[in-house]
């Protein structure tokens, strides 16, 4: 009986120290630094700010094409709705507008017209952007588009006006710009 007795306590202690053991090594391995412990909490937190931003771009981009489609809405020219009649079937072949290979910038530029927009030195914003992309093309080459019109941009304009046969002052205006457009249709 007292063999059981010490048998059985030689078993619970291997047990119990087997236990400690395990224990004792779970948390020698697992237990982080305090520089370590920082740097997990700054990765927790700079991901969640990062969840957070990609959350409020998704929204902006959704109010952002919302404001597009009102903006459309507002441009698109008002039609006269007229009575139905019957018209007879023409065959004009030519009824399709034609499409110039830069009518994206073609557009651009007649926005500016429509929009009486003057550029000059130290303009800045899309607008002279889209006459330093019009330079590019007349100019083949590929300078920077950087939305700032600087002393290369208003060379660049003096140039074109110069070329074109009219007031080569640096400045562009509608005339300039109907100049510019007159350009590209003739490129095709």
Same mark, same amino acid.
């Given at each position: 009986m007292v063999y059981m007795e010490k048998l059985k306590f030689a078993l619970f202690s291997i047990v119990i120290l087997s236990v400690l053991s395990l224990v004792g090594y779970w948390s020698v391995t697992t237990i982080q630094s305090g520089a370590e412990y920082v740097k997990t909490e700054k990765?927790?937190? %700079?991901? @969640?700010?990062? =969840?957070?931003l990609n959350k409020e771009t998704e929204e902006l981009k959704s109010k952002l094409a919302v404001l597009e489609k009102k903006l459309e809405i507002q441009q698109e020219p008002q039609v006269e709705e007229k009575p139905l009649t019957e018209e007879k079937p023409t065959?004009?072949?030519?009824?399709?507008?034609?499409?110039?290979?830069?009518?994206? %910038?073609? @557009?651009?530029? =007649?926005?500016?017209?429509?929009?009486?927009?003057?550029?000059?030195?130290?303009?800045?914003?899309?607008?002279?952007?889209?006459?330093?992309?019009?330079l590019n093309i007349y100019n083949k080459t590929s300078e920077k588009v950087d939305n700032d019109y600087g002393p290369g941009t208003v060379e660049d304009v003096k140039k074109f006006q110069k070329d074109q046969g009219i007031s080569a002052d640096g400045e562009a205006g509608a005339g300039t710009f109907r100049k510019m457009i007159e350009w590209l249709k003739k490129q095709g």
């Open positions: 990765v927790k937190q %700079l991901e @969640k700010q990062n =969840e957070d065959t004009n072949v030519s009824s399709k507008p034609t499409v110039y290979k830069n009518q994206t %910038l073609i @557009k651009e530029l =007649e926005k500016l017209i429509a929009d009486n927009i003057f550029l000059k030195l130290k303009s800045q914003g899309t607008r002279v952007g889209t006459v330093q992309n019009f």
